[in-house]
C-alpha cells in the first residue's frame, strides 16, 4: 500500500509504502540522495527518474536501490558502500582500472570485493544495440542505444587466465566479442596483454561461436555488425583492375578494422548452413552478400598489413599472387620532417618564430574564411575528422582565437593539432605565425580579437566601388516604356525614328543623371554603415528603403565586414612584424633508416610456435610443493540409521518372486558399504590471512613463471628485433600458452614445452583453487572449504591435459571419487559396454562428462553425449561453459527425424561434416530419439525413393557411425528405459479397421459410463475419483484409485449388455458378457458366439471385439487409473489432434504417439472432455453442422441437456445467425464447449476421419540400439540403478566398490527425522489448494522450493504457478522472483513485476536465497540448482517409482547439512501407501512413502518386462540385419522391407481374440523363432528371475502386455499419402453417338457397368452385385478422376465420383434392360447443346439424398432436359440410391425394397427361422429356403452386402459416420419405423 504523507526532510520522498517488514520512505528524484546515487548508477540507468530509492526510518542510513530495468538490487553496507545484492559482497568501483579493458565503454559499471588484501571484480554490461562514436583522441566511444536496452550481463574478470567470463550463454558471448572489437586501440589492454582486436578475433573463431544452441535473430544481426568491421574494398572503377576504393567504418580505428571478422563470420554462417537441414524456418541464415573484387584486394591489404596477431592460433588468409609491395615515396619524410618541426615549436623556452613576412597580402588572396567556430583543443577529434585541409582559411580564425586564448606552453592537444595541420600540407611560416599569437601576451588583449562572423567571401572587395554601387542602384530604374519620355509627343517634320531616338536619348541623359546623384547620396556615410539607408525620391528610381535593405545593403555590409576582418589582420601583422626574419632554433628530423645488413630472411605472416619452441628451450619448470595441502581435513566414520535396517527387514517380508530378492539383496549391500563410506569435515579451519597469503605466493608464482616463459620464447634475430621495437610480435599471455594445450595444437609442440606450459596450467588451477576457498570461507561454507581441501590432485597432468583445461574453463577441480569414475569410464579393457552409478549432485553431468568427452574425443573417435530430451539444454550449456573455450571443441547437434529432408547430396555431405567433426575433436550432443530415429531413416528413404533420397548414403553413415563413434550416456536409465522406441510407418496409410464403429462404440461406453456413475453405488468414494465436468453438458474428470474398481467396471457393462445399450439381436446378451469382461472365455462360448456372427458381416462382431478392448483386455482401466490427463497423456494441437504421451506434467512427448490404436482413440476422447473445443472448433461443429444430413435433429440433442438455459433464439438450428459472431461466442458457445454431443461431433467429423489411420508395416528401434555393440564401448552413469533389472543384455551394470552404497545414503537422507513429515491434500486438489497448504506451515521452515515430482500442478502452467506463488510474497523483501522451467526446457526467473529472462542472464542467478523455486516433474531429473540451505515440498503422485521420487528428492543436494524435506500427497495416494504399509493415514512418514516406491518400482518393473522382452527380439533380428547389409554392395528396397520391417497393422479379430498358449510363439520377430543367439538367450535367462513370467508362456504375456501396448509410449513418425495428380478429360465418340441416336451400346469400351467403375478401389464386391446393379452404366471419363501410375490397386478409395449427372433413353431398348448412364460434368457440359436439340434422350441432375430435409431426387423428373414427368422404375432408383450413397429413403415401400435385395429380415422372426446358420446376428438371411419363405425374391445378393455397404458409403463420405441415418440403421440392424419416414421438424 503507497500513501502520500507530509515530511520536512528534503533527503527523503514524500511517499510511504506498507510493507511486512514495516514502512517504507521512497526518496525523491529531486534530492541530492538521489542524484548522487542515480550518478554512481548512471551508466546502467541514463533515465534520471529510472531508480527507485527506498528507505527504512527504523534503520539509519540504510536503503535499497531498485533498477526496474535490470531487476537489480543495491544496498549501504556497514561501510557506507553500495553493495549489489545480486552478486553479493560486491560494491560499486568508480575507478574502472580494475576491469583492464573494454575503455571506451560508456555502459559499464564495475564491482570490487575486497577479502583482505585481495581483490576480485565484476562489470554489468547492459544487453541491447550498441553505436560507436569517435571520442577525445581518436579512441572509439561505444555506447547503448536507450531504447534498446532490454537487460543485463554480468562478467567476472578473470585475472588468472586473462578474460573476461559470463554466463556463457550465446548472447553474452557474441556480446563480448562485439566490445572488445569496438573498444579496440593500438595498445594491449591490461587484463588480457593483447588488443581488443586480437581478444575479438581469437575469441570469434573458437569453438563456442561455433556452438549455438539455436539461430535467433540478435545472433544474426550481431554476425552481421562484426563484418562490417571489416573494411569494404572494390575495384574503381569496378570494370577494371586498376585502382582500389576502401570504405571504412566510421568511427573505428583502422588498426580495428581487420580483415578477419568477415571472413570468420563467412566461415561460421558456412558452418551453419552446413546442417540447414536441421534448422527451423525462422533458424535459416543466409550467406553474406558477395562483393567482386574484395577477396583479392582483402587477401593483398593482409599481405601488406605487418600487424602480427596476438595469439599463436590465427587463421591466415594466404597471400594473393602478383602483388607487389611498393615503398613509400620519399615526400612522406618531407611531411614528417614539416610536423617535427612544428611539434619543436613548443618547447617552453622558445621566445622566436619565423612568422609570416607579409601575411596581409596571403589573407587577401584567400577566397573564403571562415568564422570562429567556439572549438576547444579537447576536440582533437574534430580536426581529425577533416579528410584534407583545402585552405587554412577554413580553420584560420578558430585556430587564431584558440591559440590566443591559449597559454604558454602549449597543451600537448594544440602542438597535435597544429602538426597535423602541417602534416597535411599547410604552410610551415602559417602554423609558426600561431604559436607566435600563442607566445607573445599582446594577442590576449582584446583589440586583437578575431571580428565575429560566419563566414567572409575576400573576392566580394573591401572598399568602395562606385561602379558596382551605381550598377545596382540602375537596377532600381523604371523601364523606358514607364518614364514620362516615353510619351513625349512627335515633332512636325519628325519621322518615327528620329522621334523614338530622341526620348530614348532623353531618358537615358536623365537615368544617368539620376543614378549618379544617388550614388554620391549614398557615399555620404561610408565607411560608417547606418542601421538604415534611405535615398531621395528620384523620379526614374524606384529605391524604396525595403529595395534598398535587400539589393544595395547587402554588398556594403560585405565590404564592411571585409574591411574590417582586413583591419584586424593588418593590426595582427604589426605586432607580428617584431618577429620578421627571426628562425626559431629547431631540432634537425632524421627519419629513421635501418642500417644496411645482411639480407633477412622474410617474416612469416603468422609465427608457429612449434618452430619457436623448438628453437628455444623452456625454463626450468620449479619444483614446488602444494601449498593448498597443508589444510587439515579428517574423515569420520558414517553410522548407518536402523531405519533402513528397518526397511529392508519389511521388504524381505513382502518379496513375491525371485527378482525381489535379488533387489534386496543389493540393497542390502549398499547398506553394508554405507558403514565405510566417510565423512568429509575439517579439523583444522585455515584462517583468512593464511588463504591471502597464498593468494598472493600462487600469483607470484605464475607471473614468475610466465614472465620466464616470455624471455624464453623472444627471438634473438634481426628480423625479430624489428618487430619488437614495432611492438608487433604476438603477445604471449596466460590465455595464448593455455590454447597451446588444445586439441590439434599440442602436438605440435616439444614434449619439454608442453610439460612446462601444463606445469603453469596447474599453477592457475590452484590459484582458483586457493580463490574458492576464500570464497567459502568469508561465507562461512565450511563443508565446502572441506572438500577443496580434501581433493588431491593425484592424475597425470601430461597425459589428461584436457582436464587441465576443462578444470580452469570451468572452474573447479576434479575429486577422487570423480576422477576414478572418469578414468573407469575411459577405460577400454574388456570392450564391454557399462553403466556406473554416481550419487546425485556429484558431478556427473558438470564434471565427470566434459572431462570423459574431452579425452575420447581424440579424433580418431566421434564422440556423442547422448542425454535426455529434458536436460539437453542444460548439458549444451555445461558443455560450452567447459570444453568450448580452452579446449577448443565444437559442439554439435543434429536432430534427426522423419522431416529431416535429405538428398543424396546433402546425405554426403553430412558424413563429410562428421568426419571433419570427428577430426577436430568435435562433441555430438543427442537425445536418444535423434539417434535411433537416424538408425531408421537411411533404411525409410532407400525403401522409400530410388533415385536421390539419400537412403544409401545415410546407411553408409550409420555404418561408418557404428565403427567411429564413442558414447556417454548421461542419465543411462533414462535413455535405455523402454519407453524409448522410434517407429517408422511404412506402406500406404488407411483407415482402421472397423471405422468408425472404432470410435462410436468407444464414445457410447464412455457417455453409459458417466451415466452409470451419476448414481454411484456403494463404496464409489474408495473405488473412483470423480469431479463435476469442466463445463455445461460436459464429461466428468474419472479416475480409479485400485483394482476393485475393474470389478466395477465390468458390472456397469454387464447392466449395460443386459439393457441391450448395443442393439444386439437376441439370443447374445449371455455370450456377449463373458466375451466381454472374461479375458480367457470359455472355447464354448467363443465357438458359438463366432459361430452367430458370420465371418460375412462382421459388424456385431467388432461391437463385441471393441467393447472386449476396453473391459476384458483392461484398456478402460488401464486409462482412468495408470494415465493421468497432462501428466501421461494430453493434446498438442500443433502436432496432431490425437492424444499423444506427455513426457511430464505440460510436457508433450515432440513426436510420440500412443503405440495401441484403442488406447489413442479412448485417451483423445478423453482429453477433449476434459479440455473442451476452442472457439474455432465450436464455430466449424456448427458449419458442419449446417452441412449434415439431420442439422435439426442433431442440434436438438446437442443443447438437450440445457434446454432451459439456452437463450430462445439459440433453440433452433434456424436461429444461428453464422455472421453475428459476437453473439454466438458470448451466448452460445459457453453451452456447447464442453457438451459431450458437440465433441464427439467434431471428433468424427472432423479429427478420427483424418487422423485415425494406420499402415501396413513399421521400422522399430529401441534403446537396444542405444546400447549395441560397436567398434568402441559405450559407457554412462546414473544416480540411480533400479533399471538394471531391465537393462538391454549388451550393456551391464558396473558396480565399483566406491560407490555401491550411494543407493543407502539417499535413502539414509530421506529418512532422517527433518525429513520424514507427510503433509495431505485431498484429491482433485487445485494449485490455490496446494499454495494454501504450503503457506500454511510457519514461515522459519516455510518451504521455498516446490519439487512436483507427483505431477500434482495440473491446472496451471509453470510460469502461471510461479507468478501465483510469488504473489504471495508481495511486500516480502527477501523473496523476489520465482525460478521455473518454460516450455522450450530453459530456466528462467520471473521477477515481481512479471519481467522473465533466462536464469543464467538474470540477476538472480546468484542470488537463489531470494528466489521461489518451482520443478515440474520433467526436471526434478538431471537439473542442478546450487541452492543456498532451504526447504523443499516434494509431492507424490501414482505410479512412482523410488528411483523418479529420489531423483526428484536430490535436487536438494545439500540433504543432512541444510537442505531438507516434506512430503505432500492427495489422499488417493495416501490411502495407497496407508494400504500397502498398513498403517493409519495419518502416520505415514518417509518411512512408509520409500517402502511403497519401491514396491511401485517392483510392479513397473514387472509391467515393464514383456516390453523389453519384445524389444530385444526385435533388435536381435535387426542386428542380424545389420550385420548381413554391412557385407551387401546392393540392395532392394524389397529386401529391406523384409529384413528390417514389422507388422504394424492389425485387425480387430486378431487384436483382441482369444489366444491359446500353443500360438504365443507367434509373436516372436520372423527369423527369431526357431533360432537363438545370445541376445535371445539373455533374454530367456534374465526371465527366469521373474517367477511369474516363464520363458515359455513370455510370448503370450507380451501379446496381452505389449500388442495391447497399454503403457507403451513410441516414437511414431508418419509416412502421409502422397498428392494425385487430376487426370485429362475424354469425351469419347460412342457416349455422342448414343445421345444423339439414344440407342445404347452395351458392347462399347466407352461405357462400363458399376463392378468395373469401382476397380481400384479397396472394396469386396459381393456376389449377387452384378444382378442387383444391372442397370448401372458408366463413361470412362466418369470413372476416370486422378493419374495413379505408381499407386497400388486400392489408391481410387479417396477419389470416387459423385453421381450427378444421368442419362436415359427415351424410348425403351427392344432388349436388355433399361440404361441409366452416368455422365461427369465435363462431359455434361459437353453435350448440353446436343441434348437441347435431342428428343430421343434426357439429361437428369441428380444428388444423393443425404439430409432427411431435403427433397428427394430418386425419380429424376425433377429437372431433367427435355422435360419429362414419367419417373423411372422404383427398381432403377433402388439401385441409384444404393451406388450413390444416399442415407435416406423416401418412403415405407423403398425401405422394403432395399431389405427385399440386401436379403435383411429385420421384423420378428419365427422360432424356427433364428438360428445362426440360418441367419445371422445382422438379421442377414444366408438359408436359399428361408428366403423364399420370407418372401425375398428377385434380384437380390447372395452374400452379405453389409460390409460392401458399410465401407462404401464411408468412402462417399469420406470417412464420416453415417449411424443415425436410414441407411446408417438398415446397415447396423436396426429396424424403421413409419414415423422415421416424416420430416424434421425441431419445434
Known sequence: MIHLVTSGDTLRGTMQKSTPSGLLHLVSPRSILYKNIHQALCPLEPNPIGLMIASEPSKDQWFNVHLPRYDLHFTLNDHNELECQNAPGYIINNDRQGVGCLFGLQNILCLRQSIGSHRNYKVIIPQGEYETQVGQYGHPLVSIKSASLKGCFIYDVDTHVGRLVGTRSTESDILLVKLHAYTSSSLPDPLTRRTGTSEALSRLQSASSYTFPSITDDWKSSLEDLAKITPLRTFYPAHLRVMESVTWHPSLPASSQSINFRYIVEDIIAYARNTLVFHQKHELVEALPFI??????????????????????????????????????????????????????????????????????????????????????????????????????????????????????????????????????????????????????????????????????????????QQVISQIIQRSAQSFGQSEESRLPKRPQETNRMHKQRIRNLYNLELDKQVKEATQEARQNWPQLPARIILSNRRLLDATPYWIEHNLYPKLETWLRNRTFLLHVDSVQRVLSSFHGISASTSLYEPYIPTPIQQLDPLPKLLDPSALMREHPPPEVPTTHNILSSFGYQLTQYSIPQTLRDMLSRLKGSRSCAFHDQYNQNLEKSILSLSNVPELSMNKVPALDELITNANLLSKRKWDMLDQMIVALEPSDASFDILRYTRSLPAITPYTLLQLLSFGVRDLLPPPWINCITSFAAMILDAQRNERMLKHMCAGKLQQLAAEASIQSNWSHLQNTDWLLVQIDGNFSIRSNQMEVALDMMASEGAENKLLQLNMGEGKSSVIVPVVAASVANGDTLCRVIVPRAQTGQQLHRLRLTVTDLCNRRIIKLPFSRNTSLDDKTAVSLLQFLEASRSKGAIWLAEPEQLLSLKLLGLDKAMRYRRNGGGDALIKAQLWLNENTRDILDESDDVLHTRQQVIYTVGKQKDLDASPRRWEVVQRMLGLLAGYLSQPPAHFEDLFYKADPPGISGFPLIRIFSEEGRELLKTFIHQSLQRNDWALPPGLSSLAQEFVTSRLPSADTVLKLYAYCSGEDEYVLQTLLIL??????????????????????????????????????????????????????????????????????????????????????????????????????????????????????????????????????????????????????????????????????????????????????????????????????????????????????????????????????????????????????????????AKDWLSLYEGHSSIKAAIYFDEGDTLMAVSTDGTTQTLMDSPYSERLDQCLVYLDDAHTRGTDLRLPDMRAVVTLGPKMTKDKLVQGCMRMRKLGDGHTLVFMATDEVLDSIANISN?????????????????????????????????????????????????????????????????????????????????????????????????????????????????????????M???????????????????????????????????????????????RNARVALTCTSLNLPSGFDEVFRNLYFTEDFCRTVTLPLLKSTAMDNFLRPVEWLVTPSVLPSSGPLPLVALSPFEANELLPLFRRTTVTRLHIFHARSNLSSRSLESLCSFSLPNSSTPIPRSISLQLNLFSGALYIQDEQSYRDICKTLRLHLDELPDHLAKPEIITSTCFVKDSKARIELGMTGPGFDDSPLPFLRQFITLRRYGKGFGPAHMGKILHGIKLEPSDFGRSDPE
Not at 1250 to 1272: M, N, Q, R, V, Y
Not at 1557 to 1568: E, F, H, I, Q, V
Open 1479 to 1599: 498403517v493409519p493415514k495419518e502416520q505415514v512418514t518417509s518411512f512408509e512413502v520409500l517402502i511403497w516406491a519401491i514396491k511401485e518400482t517392483w510392479t513397473q518393473l514387472q509391467s515393464n518386462l514383456p516390453a523389453w522382452v519384445l524389444q530385444g527380439y526385435s533388435f536381435a533380428k535387426r542386428q542380424q540385419a545389420w550385420e548381413e547389409l554391412a557385407l551387401r554392395e546392393q540392395y532392394s528396397p524389397q529386401y529391406l522391407l523384409d529384413t528390417f520391417g514389422e507388422n504394424e497393422a492389425r485387425p480387430l479379430k486378431e487384436l483382441y481374440r482369444v489366444k491359446s498358449k500353443s500360438r504365443a510363439g507367434r509373436s516372436l520377430p520372423s527369423g527369431l523363432r526357431s533360432s537363438d543367439n545370445d541376445i535371445t538367450s539373455s533374454i530367456k535367462e534374465r526371465c527366469k528371475n521373474f517367477e511369474t513370467f516363464s520363458i515359455h508362456e513370455a510370448s503370450v504375456h507380451e501379446e
Open 1108 to 1361: 472386449r478392448g476396453m473391459i476384458g483386455c483392461d484398456i478402460l482401466v488401464h486409462s482412468l487409473k495408470d494415465k493421468r490427463w497432462r501428466v501421461n497423456y494430453g493434446l498438442d494441437l500443433s502436432r496432431t489432434y490425437l492424444a499423444i504421451p506427455f513426457r511430464a506434467k505440460d510436457f508433450p512427448s515432440p513426436r510420440s504417439e500412443f503405440g495401441h490404436p484403442d488406447v489413442t482413440i479412448l485417451l483423445t476422447c478423453l482429453s477433449y472432455y476434459y479440455q473442451g473445443l476452442d472457439d474455432n472448433m465450436v464455430q466449424h461443429c456448427i458449419k458442419q453442422l449446417l452441412k449434415s444430413s439431420t442439422p435439426d435433429l442433431t442440434y436438438t440433442s446437442w443443447i438437450q441437456s440445457c434446454w432451459e438455459d439456452v437463450p430462445l433464439n439459440f433453440r433452433t438450428i434456424r436461429g444461428i445467425n453464422m455472421e453475428d459472431e459476437e453473439a454466438i461466442r458470448t451466448q452460445l458457445y459457453c453451452y456447447l464447449r464442453y457438451n459431450k454431443e458437440v465433441i464427439d461431433f467434431y471428433l468424427n467429423s472432423t479429427v478420427f476421419p483424418k487422423e485415425a489411420k494406420e499402415f501396413p508395416a513399421k521400422l522399430c528401434t529401441s534403446g537396444w540400439d542405444i546400447a549395441c555393440k560397436k567398434a568402441h564401448i559405450t559407457t554412462g552413469f546414473s544416480g540411480t540403478n533400479d533399471d538394471r533389472f531391465l537393462l538391454p543384455s549388451t550393456i551391464y551394470q558396473h558396480d565399483r566398490d566406491a560407490q555401491l552404497h550411494t543407493n543407502a545414503k539417499v535413502l539414509s537422507y530421506l529418512l532422517l527425522e527433518e525429513n520424514r513429515i507427510v503433509y495431505s491434500l485431498p484429491s482433485g486438489a487445485k494449485s490455490h489448494d496446494f499454495l494454501e497448504r504450503v503457506m500454511e506451515i510457519p514461515l522459519p521452515t516455510r518451504p521455498k522450493v516446490i519439487l512436483d515430482v507427483g505431477a500434482q500442478i495440473l491446472d496451471k502452467s509453470n510460469l502461471q504457478f
Open 1601 to 1647: 502386455e505389449v500388442e495391447l501396448v497399454h503403457e507403451k509410449e513410441v516414437e511414431r513418425e508418419v509416412e502421409r499419402l502422397p498428392s494425385a495428380q487430376p487426370d485429362k478429360h475424354v469425351l469419347r465418340r460412342d457416349v455422342v453417338e448414343f445421345v444423339q441416336s439414344g440407342q445404347f451400346p452395351p458392347n462399347s469400351s466407352a461405357f
Open 292 to 465: 567482386k573484387g574484395m577477396d583479392f584486394l582483402s587477401l593483398r591489404a593482409n599481405q601488406r598489413d605487418w600487424t602480427y596477431q596476438s595469439n599463436f592460433a590465427s587463421t591466415s588468409l594466404g597471400d594473393p599472387k602478383g602483388v607487389t609491395y611498393i615503398r613509400p615515396p620519399k615526400q612522406s619524410w618531407d611531411r614528417e620532417a614539416v610536423a617535427f618541426r612544428i611539434t619543436s615549436l613548443s618547447r617552453p623556452e622558445t621566445y622566436q618564430f619565423p612568422v609570416t613576412e607579409d601575411f596581409l597580402s596571403q589573407v587577401i588572396q584567400w577566397n573564403r574564411v571562415e568564422g570562429d567556430r567556439d572549438w576547444t583543443w579537447d576536440k582533437i577529434h574534430e580536426w581529425i575528422k577533416v579528410p584534407a585541409i583545402t585552405s587554412i582559411s577554413e580553420v584560420w580564425c578558430s585556430l587564431y582565437e584558440l591559440c590566443r586564448k591559449t597559454p604558454w606552453p602549449p597543451t600537448f592537444e594544440a602542438t597535435a593539432t597544429l602538426a597535423l595541420l602541417g602534416y597535411c600540407g599547410v604552410d610551415f611560416r602559417l602554423i609558426s605565425t600561431l604559436f607566435a599569437v600563442m607566445r607573445d601576451p599582446r594577442f590576449r588583449q582584446g583589440d586583437l580579437a578575431c571580428t565575429r562572423f560566419k563566414s567572409l567571401s575576400l573576392r566580394d572587395g573591401r572598399e568602395w566601388d
